[in-house]
């Protein structure tokens, strides 16, 4: 099956800095997304992008789907921001299930 | 507009014993997908329920089973539970296959 990395699996800033995240995929997809989990388990959507870029505030992201990977882009990182991000994919085949990755777990210090 | 609903949000039970896990769709969506995820890891597909019918099984043993009613609504069944099975189960929503996914709040099953 598809193999998603995500790096780094830990990421401490300090309040106010940039950060990149990275997942990297084995094969062809359709459907990619990035979510933030918060301390109480939900699942947060943050992007929907099999391919291209978005932007939605001080997040950002591109996946460059011929090449495999997609990074989050988080911009004047706040306490708030702090959590595990992960990076899910699918593609068409008999089981329609989302690959996660391990998530990135980042903690926004102040 | 209602999320996705899960119900119960934490449930204890002891080894052997069955649980089921109930949730409801967003208004729309005709696919649900069941994911486990246990402390440290992410998720993991258990099913995926699509117009009703089964469309994906992860690699889970036959101990777990799911269905999808004509409301769109699923159960999650888990049969002779073991310690493992402790973990937080999340359902997720979507349109249709392979669409965005919008994940429920999860229920959190410790077995003991």
């Known amino acids: 099956g598809i193999q998603v990395e995500q790096s780094p699996p830990d990421l401490i800033l300090q309040e106010g800095a940039n950060s990149t995240l990275r997942c990297n995929f084995s094969?062809?997809?359709?459907?990619l997304q990035w979510f933030h989990q918060n301390p109480w388990g939900q699942l947060i959507n943050l992007f929907y992008?099999?391919?291209g870029t978005k932007q939605n505030g001080r997040l950002s992201a591109t996946t460059v789907a011929t090449e495999r990977y997609s990074l989050l882009y988080i911009s004047s990182s706040q306490t708030t921001d702090s959590g595990v991000y992960f990076c899910a994919v699918g593609r068409p085949g008999n089981n329609n299930d989302m690959r996660f990755g391990a998530g990135t777990r980042l903690t926004v210090k102040p | 507009d209602a999320g996705v609903t899960q119900s119960p949000t934490h449930l204890i039970k002891t080894r052997g014993q069955h649980v089921t896990l109930r949730c409801s769709p967003i208004s729309g969506h005709k696919s649900v997908s069941w994911y486990q995820q246990v402390l440290g890891q992410g998720p993991q597909f258990i099913f995926q329920?699509?117009?009703?019918?089964?469309?994906g099984r992860g690699n889970f043993p036959d101990r777990f089973s799911a269905r999808q009613f004509p409301n769109y609504s699923s159960e999650l069944n888990v049969n002779a539970l073991l310690l493992g099975d402790s973990a937080l189960y999340l359902c997720a929503s979507s349109f249709a296959k392979n669409t965005e996914a919008f994940f429920g709040q999860g229920t959190r099953l410790t077995v003991v």
């Open positions: 094969d062809s997809v359709n459907n």
């Open positions: 992008i099999p391919s």
């Open positions: 329920y699509y117009e009703k019918e089964e469309r």
